[in-house]
């Protein structure tokens, strides 16, 4: 595990946390596609001794597409500032991964209210919602991928997200605003990574694992060496992705040319003093950086030292 990139240091948080958290996320073998297995009691319906969680459901605009959205909010009181919070995409694989062990660490510090926004159903992942959910419209010729799914309702789900979802959760608890963030993998990074290019301000701190940047997707790291320093001081942007060496990149989603130029643009955006990250686990495949990245982003925005960002970025 290398970190290329990286905008801020982070003292307080071991080395041996940050193990036990990855032993504790991801098995040794990978796997080229999800486990599809339908999914059995998560620590909501568990109980935990350190957060207690309730469950929301909404809908799309169009109704095919039904969420089901838990929310985490610690025991420990909020700190003046109120909570930090994180959103999770694919809510129901990172519920499945939220264990009591996790959370007692993230209680012991600062820690963040959890929402996992999922599907209404069994299954780890709703495979043709999220596809539709997490892709940008980038080009009018391509509406689906690889596998026959719709594409391109990113701008859609964002509306939802933002205009609902997050005032619906968020109603009656003490938020920290400066403090939001968005966390995805694969369909879910790439979302991440377009939220964080968009006009969008609601979200502060920003994390996308392997996003899935073949084909049409690509666009994004040309768009990310385009933007002004001025309109992203505000905003962290943490990149983490797996077998990322060019030429031998048989486990990632992502051409390797394409991991090159990525890490090179957020290369010279970290030189500017813009706040940005890249990490790479080379010995981790796409799909396992799901599981590695999920405890390192909860403990990144429970980190006191993110409490400012301009101070990077004057």
């Known amino acids: 595990m290398s970190n290329l990139l990286s905008s801020r240091k982070y003292p307080r948080i071991a080395p041996l946390l940050i ?17 599809m297995t339908p999914l059995g009691p ?17 809908d799309s605009a ?12 610690p025991d420990k009181s909020a700190p003046p500032s109120g909570y930090p919070v994180l959103y999770l995409l694919d809510g129901n694989a990172a519920m499945d991964k939220l264990s009591e062990p996790v959370l007692k660490q993230l209680s012991a510090g600062t820690p963040p209210i959890i929402v996992a926004v999922g ?17 940008p419209p980038v080009r009018e010729s391509h509406h689906q991928d690889l596998h026959g799914r719709e594409n391109g309702g990113a701008q859609v789900f964002r509306h939802l997200l933002e205009k609902t979802i997050v005032p619906g959760v968020e109603k009656g608890l003490k938020i920290d605003p400066a403090k939001r963030g968005l966390w995805g993998h694969s369909y879910g990074g790439v979302f991440v990574l377009d939220t964080y290019l968009s006009s969008s301000s609601l979200f502060s701190r920003y994390y996308s694992t392997s996003p899935s940047l073949n084909r049409d997707y690509a666009v994004l790291v040309d768009r990310l060496g385009e933007i ?26 992502t051409a390797p040319e394409v991991l090159l130029k990525l890490r090179n643009t957020l290369a010279a955006l970290h030189n500017q003093g813009l706040p ?38 004057p």
């Open 19 to 35: 193990a036990f958290f990855l032993t504790l996320f991801y098995t040794v073998n990978g796997y080229a596609r999800p486990d």
């Open 42 to 58: 998560n620590i909501a319906d568990k109980g935990s001794a350190y957060y207690h969680f309730s469950v929301s459901t909404f």
């Open 62 to 73: 169009d109704g095919r597409r039904h969420y089901k959205v838990w929310t985490g909010v």
């Open 119 to 135: 599907y209404q159903t069994p299954l780890p992942f709703e495979v043709n919602a999220r596809a539709y959910d997490y892709t």
């Open 228 to 253: 002004k320093k001025a309109d992203f001081c505000n905003k962290s942007l943490s990149l983490y992705e797996g077998d990322d060496t060019p030429g031998k990149n048989i486990k990632s989603e």
């Open 276 to 313: 940005v990250s890249y990490w790479s686990d080379p010995l981790l495949s796409h799909g396992q950086m799901f599981n590695a990245s999920l405890p390192r982003a909860l403990l990144n925005i429970a980190a006191e030292q993110q409490s400012n960002l301009k101070s990077t970025c």
